[in-house]
């Protein structure tokens, strides 16, 4: 056995056969992360067109949903924006709900499944195991559907409708166009949050939306259209709603520290509140699931119940944004908060249970900015001289619902900023929606929009972690303590010597009599049984092995692997491409990662990454000889 010390940073190491020249040129590989900015700008001129079609979308649907709402409780096809509240039905607006849950299940069971449920869930599924692959009837059918469900009294709001129909219209344009997986995912995540922007006129929320709940991570090639989308669809929403809030709120003074703190109790209140929502919605789900009879008459069926409350709370039935608005003001009586606290819930717990069309978050906003202002109005009566705002407690109750029932936690804070611009309450906001999310991420495994895919196997990131193949070069995770066989020696040989010595390494480098680097060899090779032995190891050894600079990124390293179907790289340095001063392997790289995995769960990481050591060449058939003499 040789020895000769060589460390990553000198241009010693074991020399590169100029013969390996054509197999260099892997090196003019370009950066595989970087950003192709025709590409780029190509997504995001898609994403803009798709979100102008889905703004002129939004505007349609609200028009659809006052058209069978004005025929549906009224008698006249209006069109603008209609409430059942002033409905004069008496005993017969029971069976409204009910025939718009037989035309939605009709639809679902000959159009498209696709159609049932609030739109976020169904999206994040088929980016997570579809490769964001939308069926394009869906597109037709989840607006229309939506629009029957929710202007028959169905208490939803009309964003998760647009949300699915957006992002289905986006992945609908990335099958017909040749584009790949990951910008399909884009232009979907672009469709759906426009629709959203489109509706609530928020635009910067509607992309932490995109962030939190369906692209699950923050990259340019990402953030960009999607960015661009949300801002077309919120110029949408002012062209067709105008530039008013959409929730009207009065101007109220930003909360003192002591006021702060029971804010954020509230705040943690409405979160325990918000998986209290989360378990009965889908305890109503189960519920339904063991109906003796065919999912399609599930919507019907739970439609009476949205019927028999609408007809003692008609403010319980359709979009009820003005409902959100009335919470805000702070001038509602507790009997009309209790109302939208606990009727609105059931009616929309058990409606959205039985699988029909619509949406969460207006009846979620709707049942925590209720909530968040009785415990406000409770407390003042309790402790007069806190003095706290129903309105900043409805605001506060409003996001930590949504916070704590969806884990959008950005999502939820800037929403609230953007839809009642007051942005003095932003302390608070944070302040609630951590309180919420702290008390879900507690007490709750998945969330309202995760649980029905979880229940399917299908996992869901609850964590961002930046990317670690950005954060390490080659140099940091590469291995200088080499074991190097003899091309020469017989596989025999190696074999004998594989069994009498332990390594952990599961490839190995191959030199010739000069030590010059011959090509890599894997262990299942050496051992493989089609070999008798008598073979040298150099007529096995990959020879076309390509190298890596030690100062490139592990995606590159990654690439190369997968290109070239190695195991093992042999690393050099980037200015003496003649010497071999390490290698990396797939363990090493996985090591990488788990250390990075691993930082915030430890005090203190006294140990590198990176294998320091000796670079000791072991020539099998000179080490076997001596071991049989002796």
Request: charge should be neutral.
């Amino acid at each position: 056995m040789k020895k000769k010390v060589v460390t990553a940073s000198t241009n010693e190491g074991i020399p590169i056969s100029v013969s390996m020249g054509s197999t260099l040129e892997a090196e003019k590989i370009a950066k595989p992360h970087g950003i192709n900015l025709g590409r780029l700008l190509y997504i995001s001129a898609l994403a803009i067109l798709n979100a102008m079609l889905v703004g002129i979308i939004a505007k349609i649907m609200v028009f659809l949903i006052g058209w069978v709402t004005g025929i549906s409780f009224y008698g006249n096809a209006s069109g603008g924006e209609t409430s059942p509240v002033g409905n004069h039905l008496g005993l017969w607006v029971i069976f409204i709900p009910v025939i718009g849950g037989i035309i939605v299940g009709i639809m679902a069971r000959y159009g498209s499944k696709a159609i049932r449920g609030h739109g976020i869930p169904e999206a994040m599924e088929q980016i997570l195991t579809n490769e964001s692959k939308i069926h394009p009837i869906v597109t037709l059918l989840k607006p229309v559907s939506a629009a029957i469900s929710i202007g028959t009294g169905g208490p939803f709001g009309a964003e998760g409708p647009i949300i699915a129909a957006g992002g289905a219209f986006g992945s609908l344009i990335g099958q017909v166009l040749r584009i790949t997986s990951y910008e399909r995912k884009v232009l979907l995540a672009a469709g759906a949050t426009a629709g959203m922007a489109a509706i609530f006129g928020s635009p910067v929320a509607a992309i932490a939306l995109a962030i939190e709940l369906l692209l699950f991570e923050f990259s340019p090639r990402s953030i960009i259209p999607v960015a661009l989308a949300c801002i077309t669809g919120a110029a949408f929403h002012i062209l067709f709603f105008g530039y008013k809030p959409m929730f009207s709120m009065p101007f109220v003074p930003a909360p003192g520290v002591k006021q702060l703190v029971v804010y954020v109790i509230i705040g943690a209140i409405v979160g325990l509140f918000s998986v209290v929502v989360t378990k009965i919605v889908y305890w109503v789900e189960d519920t339904f699931e063991k109906l003796p009879v065919h999912w399609m008459w599930w919507p019907a069926i739970g439609a009476v119940a949205v019927g028999v409350i609408g007809y003692f709370s008609p403010a319980t039935m359709g979009v009820g944004y003005s409902n959100i608005s009335g919470i805000l003001s702070g001038s509602l009586t507790v009997q009309v908060l209790l109302v939208f606290c606990f009727l609105k819930f059931i009616s929309w717990a058990i409606a959205l249970g039985s699988g029909t069309s619509g949406g969460t978050l207006a009846p979620l906003f709707t049942i925590g900015g209720a909530a968040g202002a009785l415990v406000a109005i409770g407390m003042n009566q309790l402790f007069p001289a806190l003095g706290l705002s129903p309105s900043i407690a409805g605001l506060i109750g409003m996001a930590a619902m949504f916070s704590g029932a969806s884990r959008a936690f950005l999502t939820s804070v800037i929403f609230s900023l953007e839809t009642t611009q007051q942005p003095h309450l932003l302390l608070a906001l944070l302040g609630g929606c951590a309180a919420a999310y702290l008390i879900s991420f507690v007490m709750m495994r998945s969330t309202i929009m995760t649980e029905k895919i979880a229940r399917r196997g299908i996992n869901t990131p609850d964590s961002y972690m930046p990317d670690v193949f950005n954060s390490y070069l080659v140099k940091d995770v590469m291995k200088d303590e080499i074991t190097a066989l003899d091309a020469n020696d017989s596989i025999a040989e190696a074999r004998n010597y594989m069994n009498s010595a332990k390594h952990a390494d599961s490839s190995f480098v191959v030199v010739d009599e000069s030590d010059i680097l011959f090509g890599t060899v894997d262990l299942h090779d050496i051992f493989n049984p089609k070999y008798s032995g008598e073979e040298k190891l150099g007529t096995i050894a990959k020879s076309h092995a390509v190298t890596i600079n030690d100062d490139d990124g592990l995606h590159k390293v990654l690439d190369i692997m997968m290109a070239h179907n190695a195991d093992i790289l042999p690393v050099v340095k980037r200015d003496n491409k003649d010497h071999m001063v390490g290698i990396v392997t797939h363990k090493l790289i996985l090591e990488a990662f788990e250390k990075k995995r691993r930082e915030s769960e430890n005090e203190e990481l006294a140990i590198s990454v990176r294998k320091k050591g000796m670079l000791i060449y072991v020539k099998g058939r000179r080490l076997l000889k001596r071991n049989k003499q002796a």
